[in-house]
C-alpha cells in the first residue's frame, strides 16, 4: 500500500466519524475529526479517559491557527518558526472544534505537524485532526507501534501502514501554554 492510499483510507474513516491508529510527529496517536463531538466522544471512551481532560489536535500549516485560535498571541509565531522540536501551544481561546475537545477553560492545544504523514494526513483532510497518545488513560504512552495495546488497536476503525516496523522510540511534544499578554507557562 503507498502512502497515498494509506492516506487517503484514514480520510475516509475521520469523515465518517470514525477514528484512526495513525503515527504522528512524537508518539502514535489516536485521531478523529476534531470538529466532530461523537468522534471525539468515542476516543474519550476508548481512552476510559474524563472528558474534562482536553486532547491536542494537529493541524498541517501554521496559516490555518486563525481558523481554530480565537487571538493567536504574537509570540506563537515565533515560537513555531524556531521550534526545532515538535511543539503544542495551548491557546486560550478556540473556536470551530468539537466543544468536548476544548478545556473546561475554552483552551486548545495546537501543533503544527512536520511529520510526513500527519502533515499530509491533516492537509487532505482540510480539518484538524485530533492527537492523543494510543493507550488506556493512566497506562504508559507507547513509544513506538509494537507498544500499542491489542485494546486499543481494536477499538478504532482504521490502522495506518506506514511506519508500524519503525522501533525507535519517540517522545512527546514539548508543551507551552500561551496567555494574554505575552505570559507563557511551559507545561512539559
Known amino acids: 500500500m503507498t502512502l497515498q492510499e494509506d492516506i487517503k483510507n484514514a480520510c475516509e474513516v475521520l469523515k465518517n466519524g470514525g477514528l484512526i491508529l495513525y503515527p504522528t510527529d512524537t508518539i502514535w496517536g489516536i485521531g478523529c475529526d476534531a470538529t466532530n463531538e ?77 511529520e510526513e504523514f500527519s502533515q499530509k494526513l491533516c ?20 513509544a513506538n507501534f509494537s507498544e500499542i495495546s491489542e485494546e486499543i488497536r481494536q477499538g478504532v476503525d482504521y490502522i495506518v501502514k506506514y511506519r508500524q516496523e519503525d522501533r525507535s522510540k519517540a517522545a512527546p511534544s514539548n508543551i507551552i501554554k500561551l496567555g494574554s499578554g505575552g505570559l507563557f507557562q511551559i507545561i512539559r
Open 123 to 142: 492537509f487532505q483532510f482540510r480539518k484538524p485532526v485530533v492527537s492523543t497518545s494510543a493507550n488506556v488513560s493512566g497506562k504508559p504512552s507507547p
Open 38 to 114: 461523537q468522534a471525539v466522544q468515542k476516543v474519550y471512551d476508548l481512552k476510559r479517559r474524563a472528558d474534562n481532560k482536553a486532547m491536542l489536535v494537529l493541524i498541517d500549516n501554521a496559516n490555518k491557527l486563525e481558523t481554530y485560535v480565537e487571538d493567536v498571541p504574537a509570540m506563537a509565531w515565533d515560537l513555531i518558526e524556531v521550534a526545532d522540536k515538535p511543539l503544542t501551544i495551548i491557546y486560550s481561546q478556540g473556536r470551530n472544534l468539537a466543544s468536548n475537545l476544548l478545556g473546561e477553560d475554552g483552551s486548545i492545544g495546537i501543533r503544527v505537524s512536520r
